[in-house]
């Protein structure tokens, strides 16, 4: 009986130790020493204050108009798109991020195929959120190409707007998304009135009359019609305090500076800044 025992302890110390110099042993399928199973962190985002050292350095601590023409300085130096080079832009600046085959329709919220972009019916087009009348610029290279105040729509919600300037109030019209118009003016959904008007900011701020372009100036009127101003300012300050940037707008700011324009809408990294200027 003593040695059946001691066979049976010496088996279990046998089985035993086996098993240990497995889990110590490395398996031919694991994962590489120099592998980890945690992905490593992203680069953080770039934020506003990344900026204020660098690219906005020289109209940090001003106001009102010595604000205006230090950042007028700073966003003209951008790379000039074509026309036709739009459309690629957009699919990129405004992917959906839910699905990467779609754009994210301003006025309407819609997500539609990128491959959907022209002029006919269910298709989207080239929105200028500054109107092109409003500045006499058409679709010219420069402030009719640029990307920072041109976003895809719907073509038929695109026609609802038209050349309307913003404001509050009016009824609502088939795919509108939240979207409001009238006889004189045209409101965003609530979801982009802050885009809507922070690209109204900086197209006044970015086109000042010394490259050949009207001067655009944002006032305190509705159904401008074919001057070089666009309305209405009170409320464009109102929908800028109301829906601050979110991430889809802050992400747009950054691919437009990296990847096209190299330039910067100021008032998506400083929004205060409207209040400054007007």
């Known amino acids: 009986m003593l ?6 302890r010496k088996a279990v110390a046998l089985a035993t130790a086996t098993v240990l110099a497995a889990l110590a042993a490395p398996s031919l399928s694991a994962t590489p020493a120099t592998a980890t199973t945690t992905a490593a962190p992203a680069t953080a985002p770039a934020t506003a204050s990344d900026y204020d050292s660098t690219y906005y350095k020289d109209a940090i601590g001003k106001t009102g108009d010595s604000l205006k023409s230090s950042l007028h300085t700073i966003i003209s130096d951008q790379t000039k798109l074509s026309y036709s080079a739009v459309w690629d832009a957009l699919k990129v600046t405004d992917q959906d991020p839910a699905d990467s085959g779609n754009v994210i329709l301003l006025y ?19 929105e200028h959120v500054w109107a092109k009348s409003h500045g006499g610029f058409g679709t010219s290279t420069g402030p009719g190409t640029d990307i920072h105040h041109l976003r895809p729509e719907d073509v038929r919600v695109n026609g609802v707007r038209g050349n309307k300037d913003f404001d509050n109030g009016g009824s609502g019209f088939t795919d509108n998304g939240g979207s409001l118009t009238d006889s004189d003016s045209f409101e965003p959904r609530d979801a982009v009135k802050g885009d809507v008007a922070r690209m109204i900011f ?24 074919s001057s070089p101003y ?12 109301e829906d601050p940037p979110d991430a889809f707008e802050e992400r747009r700011n950054q691919v437009i500076h990296d990847s096209y324009q190299h330039n910067r809408n100021p008032f998506v990294d400083h929004p205060e800044w409207a209040e400054s200027i007007w």
């Open 3 to 8: 040695a059946i025992r001691t066979r049976r």
């Open 108 to 126: 309407s919220g819609i997500s539609r195929s990128k491959s959907l972009n022209g002029g006919d019916t269910g298709d989207w087009n080239r």
């Open 202 to 225: 900086y197209m006044a701020v970015r086109y000042e009359g010394g490259d050949g372009w009207a001067d655009l100036e944002v006032n305190g009127s509705v159904d401008n019609g």
């Open 230 to 241: 666009i309305g209405k300012l009170d409320v464009l300050k109102q929908w800028n305090d």
